[in-house]
């Protein structure tokens, strides 16, 4: 039913060009299995510019590791403020591109307001689709290969993500990234930059994702981020990041 909302909306803003209409069918469709990359149903851009996707299940499906009011508030409230902010921007700034990598690519050369809310709009896309009410357990197949490869073992790997999380002095966020090389990193970044932009530190594509800002767990934990950062591998969606591997590494 969702799906057929947003192709009705689709309709209903008409001047729905042929591209849109394409992408919302693909969209209904999609199990990832029909040529469509897991970013196509993540970035959406449409009239208004860039789009939040659905978030792929209610507001208290991650319970008792995200409560409800916190989903609520984030993807409601936060997100939302930073699609809309970042859409303003690219709008003032004259920057027409909706190749949202290529913005992130030259990011440095932009203002202030298009890095922020642009990371913000990005990186929370990619965070509801890492988490899942049927998440947690373990990697399968080629990424899971690739973890050990290159950390040693799972375990190894969450810890140093763990970490990474924790050890983010105030608010930003931790990633896995595959870069250019083909090998696998865990990194964070501060505020809402991330590994695609030009400015940080350690360059690759995301695999994963976790928030680390306060407003991502203060409601039900506090000053407890340790505790948020445990919980979250209850509800990672490897499914996705297994596709977002595979694609990344060819
Ligand atoms: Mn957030």
Redo the contacts with the bound molecule.
Sequence with gaps: MKKMKTFTRTLLYGAGTLALLSVTFSCMNSNGKDGQSVMDNVILTGEAGFEQAELPYAFDALEPVIDAQTMEL?YGK??AGYTRKFNAALKEEGIATTDIEEIFANVSQYSANVRNNGG?YY??SL?WKFMSPDGGGTPSGDLAAAIERDFGSFEEFTSLFSAAAGGQFGSGWAWLIIDEQGTLKVTSTANQDNPLMDVADVKGTPLLNL?V?E??YYLNYQNKRGSYIENFWKVVNWPVAEKLYEEAAG
């Design positions: 984030h936060h997100h913000g990186n929370h965070f928030d800002w407003h991502a």
